[in-house]
Nanobody
């Protein structure tokens, strides 16, 4: 049974930082690309970052490039997202995901329950 459990969200002031973590289980974590997606209030899901199995090819959406860093620890089955220089526009529920066909967030086969990130101005 695939399980993805996110943690690390919270309330932070604009300009601050947060580190999200995802603990994966129930599948061969070290064989799949992993993703972070987010959904802001009233907006569609946004794929913001992904990372291949060797951590050689990270992807960042333009909205977060240069501010967010994705990492993974294959032996520990964890995926992290370091978020710096946060702005109120980053306020959203953040999900860890896998099997995102075509890199379309709505097509991710598995997603965790999410963790809320709120950035105050």
């Amino acid at each position: 049974q695939v399980q993805l459990v996110e943690s690390g969200g919270g309330l932070v002031q604009s300009g601050g930082s947060l580190r999200l973590s995802c603990r994966a289980s129930g599948f061969a974590f070290n064989t799949v690309r992993m993703y972070w997606v987010r959904q802001a209030p009233g907006r569609q899901l946004e794929l913001i970052s992904s990372l291949d199995i060797s951590s050689a090819q990270p992807y960042y959406a333009p909205s977060v490039k240069g501010r967010f860093t994705i990492t993974r620890n294959n032996p520990r089955n964890t995926l992290d997202l370091q978020m710096d220089k946060l702005t109120p526009d980053d306020t959203a529920v953040y999900f860890c995901a896998r099997a995102c066909a075509g890199n379309i967030p709505a097509h991710c086969g598995y997603r965790g329950q999410g963790t809320q990130v709120t950035v105050s101005s």
